[in-house]
């Protein structure tokens, strides 16, 4: 299954922001499990090294960055992207609908992020890192 991580769950692992590392840094453990396949944007990327470099620095952000650009695939924002979320007029985030098409545009069936608000318009399902543990990999 390809699912998406929105920039917060990678901010959460980053930062070891507690209580959420403990789901979150499970989701993202999912790169290893030959069942799913991680996605996230370049822009959540940006976003990540952001927020890890004001708590960490920029070497050890850096080096947090290169661990998941191993393990992580990563969508496109194209200009067809773009596009796509100018059209769309229940959008109001443009930053959120990039991440929303790209994921859709990479075929993932799943958006985790913890701030499920930003996807009201989601065509596919929305989940925090808890709840899509205990739905999708846990019960299986």
């Given at each position: 299954m390809n699912i998406f991580?929105?920039?917060?769950?990678?901010?959460?692992?980053?930062?070891?922001?507690?209580?959420?590392?403990?789901y979150s840094s499970r989701v993202l453990s999912l790169a290893d499990d030959p069942r799913f396949t991680v996605y996230t944007s370049p822009l959540?990327?940006?976003?990540?090294?952001?927020?890890a470099e004001k708590k960490n620095g920029t070497a050890m952000a850096r080096k947090k960055?290169?661990?998941?650009?191993?393990?992580?695939?990563?969508?496109?924002?194209?200009e067809e992207t773009v596009m796509l979320v100018e059209k769309n007029k229940k959008i109001h985030d443009f930053e959120d609908g990039l991440q929303y098409y790209s994921a859709v545009e990479s075929g993932c069936k799943y958006i985790i992020t913890e701030d499920l608000g930003d996807f009201y318009f989601s065509e596919i399902p929305t989940a925090g890192s808890r709840v899509f543990l205990e739905k999708c990999v846990f019960e299986k």
């Open positions: 991580l929105d920039a917060n769950v990678i901010v959460s692992v980053l930062n070891k922001e507690y209580p959420l590392f403990t959540c990327l940006a976003i990540a090294f952001y927020f960055i290169a661990v998941l650009t191993e393990k992580l695939r990563f969508t496109s924002i194209t």
